[in-house]
């Protein structure tokens, strides 16, 4: 089956049912990602960013309430507090097959501005060193070499107004946003806007402490963010699991227990080597 994951380079070719062309990368529609969901990837075949995103017809009726769709926060919470980071995959079916998420420029101003919005609202804040948006490119079944560079290196911020990218959002709400009516309004003029995938990349937690260069017990243990619901979860296999804060307390007085056995074994190592250096000496 052919790879809906494209890696991009100058040179057109195909090597392992990966074609390459310019540099960049693009999803294929329709096709199956050579990924499944695990411990750093999750799909998601909406972009519903937080909890006041979903809309209504997917909470049940009923004292439960419980959600037939969940907000992408808590995947991104989840894959927060596990420190390895990861990526959701929106415009990605549960199957792993590629839909995409037609975008208009001012579109994407407003997902990468829901984003940075939620991860604002954890506690504490997520500083945005450690995710990143992006937008990757779908094109058609077929497509020609020259659609796909086309495709690929389409610029969606030209001819764009700056003053309309600087508006506000309509964030938190099901309610559309005036992005969506010019979304709309597009589409009635029969103006079809590309497809993507939006990736939502989590960065590793010993990334993003190595640039901070320092030694810091505070820098060196991956931190835990409660999400907008204030709840915590961690990424376990291909799920989410939610923990409590007495949880909370004992993972952190775990970490903090294996960070010092670690530091007591090297020193012990180093004395015994100091004692033995001076033995030799005598």
């Not at 415009?91 to 998420?101: A, N, P, R």
């Not at 579109?107 to 939620?118: I, L």
């Not at 001819?159 to 005036?178: D, I, K």
């Not at 079809?192 to 939502?200: G, K, V």
């Amino acid at each position: 089956m052919q790879s809906s994951e494209m890696a991009l380079s100058s040179a057109p070719s195909e090597t392992n049912n990966v074609r390459t062309i310019v540099a960049r990368r693009y999803y294929v529609k329709h096709s199956i990602v050579p990924f499944e969901e695990d411990a750093t990837h999750e799909f998601k075949g909406h972009a519903n960013i937080c909890i006041e995103d979903i809309p209504n017809y997917c909470v049940n009726a009923g004292a439960s309430s419980k959600r037939s769709r969940q907000p992408i926060s808590k995947t991104l919470n989840g894959f927060i507090n596990t420190g390895e980071g990861g990526t959701v995959y929106c415009g990605i079916l549960d199957s792993g097959s590629v839909k995409g998420i037609k975008l208009i420029q001012y579109k994407k101003d407003h997902y990468v501005a829901s984003v940075d919005d939620c991860m604002g609202r954890f506690n504490p804040p997520v500083d945005k060193s450690r995710y990143e948006v992006r937008f990757i490119p779908v094109v058609e079944p077929n497509s020609s070499q020259a659609e796909i560079s086309a495709i690929c290196s389409y610029d969606s911020r030209k001819g764009v107004s700056l003053e309309s990218r600087r508006r506000e959002h309509l964030l938190r709400s099901q309610n559309y946003c005036w992005c969506d009516k010019e979304s709309i309004a597009l589409f009635n003029n029969n103006v079809i806007a590309p497809s993507y995938i939006i990736e939502i990349c989590i960065k590793p937690w010993a990334e993003c402490a190595s640039m901070k260069n320092s030694s810091s017990l505070v820098n060196i243990l991956s931190p835990y963010h409660e999400d907008e619901e204030g709840l915590c979860y961690f990424r376990r296999q291909a799920s989410v699991v939610q923990y409590s804060l007495c949880e909370m307390i004992q993972f952190t007085r775990q970490d903090v227990q294996d960070y010092f056995k670690e530091k007591i074994k090297k020193l012990e190592e180093q004395l015994k080597m100091i004692i033995v250096s001076g033995n030799k000496i005598l």
